[in-house]
Antibody
Framework: QLVESGGGLVKPGGSLRLSCAAS????????MSWIRQAPGRELECLSY????????YYGDSVRGRFTISRDNAKNSLFLQMNALRADDTAVYYC???????????WGQGTLVTVSS | DIQLTQSPSTLSASVGDRVTITCRAS??????LAWYQQKPGKAPKLLIY???GLQSGVPSRFSGSGSGTEFTLTISSLQPDDFATYYC????????FGQGTKLEIK
């Protein structure tokens, strides 16, 4: 199971940290990812992180603003989001998978709204 | 960046129909393609991985094929639960998704 938290309303230029709590599988054995979906839009992969967190990959739209991290001891995945913009408004999902692994388990999503 | 183009964008069909959705990649992605089903307000569900691998628990009426730049998802006999939006995803170079195909009841 994957459960996201930390979403909410934030002003443009603000920051937010999302968390994803994992259970029911060996968290440290899997790449993990963040994916978002703006209202009425397609899915967008934002970032993924390797098993031990030593390799991180980002999409162009968030590189330099967002940072992915993980704590394997706490079975948790994080996304630090800085310099938020209105077009970052979306439902943010964490998912198991990344690199050459499809996303086979997803959280329920957490809504981030960027608005003044 | 690798672009994925799905066709059609909308598909109207009836229960029992055989339907096919196409996904074209802007460059060779070998077989690193997955298909997902998404219903309103829900997270996507993995159906097919690596072009034709059927995810555990997914009904066998779903099948995938293709390699290189052209891929298809086929539903052999539509069931009422299948009306949803379908996305392809490449994971050869980072990751990207198609724009989606909405499967509607005719």
């Amino acid at each position: 199971q994957l459960v996201e938290s930390g979403g909410g309303l934030v002003k443009p230029g603000g920051s937010l940290r999302l968390s994803c709590a994992a259970s029911g599988f060996m968290f440290s054995d899997f790449y993990m990812s963040w994916i978002r979906q703006a209202p009425g839009r397609e899915l967008e992969c934002l970032s993924y992180i390797s098993f031990r967190g030593d390799a991180k990959y980002y999409g162009d739209s968030v590189r330099g603003r967002f940072t992915i991290s993980r704590d394997n001891a706490k079975n948790s995945l994080f996304l630090q989001m800085n310099a938020l913009r209105a077009d970052d408004t979306a439902v943010y999902y964490c998912a198991r998978g990344g690199s050459h692994s499809a996303f086979d388990f997803w959280g329920q999503g957490t809504l981030v709204t960027v608005s003044s | 960046d690798i672009q994925l183009t799905q066709s059609p964008s909308t598909l109207s069909a009836s229960v029992g129909d055989r339907v096919t959705i196409t996904c074209r990649a802007s460059q060779n992605i070998n077989s690193w393609l997955a298909w997902y089903q998404q219903k309103p307000g829900k997270a996507p569900k993995l159906l097919i991985y690596k072009s034709f691998g059927l995810q555990s628990g997914v009904p066998s009426r779903f099948s995938g094929s293709g390699s290189g730049t052209e891929f298809t998802l086929t539903i052999s006999s539509l069931q009422p639960d299948d009306f949803a939006t379908y996305y392809c995803q490449q994971y050869d170079s980072f990751s990207s998704f198609g724009q989606g195909t909405k499967l509607e009841i005719k």
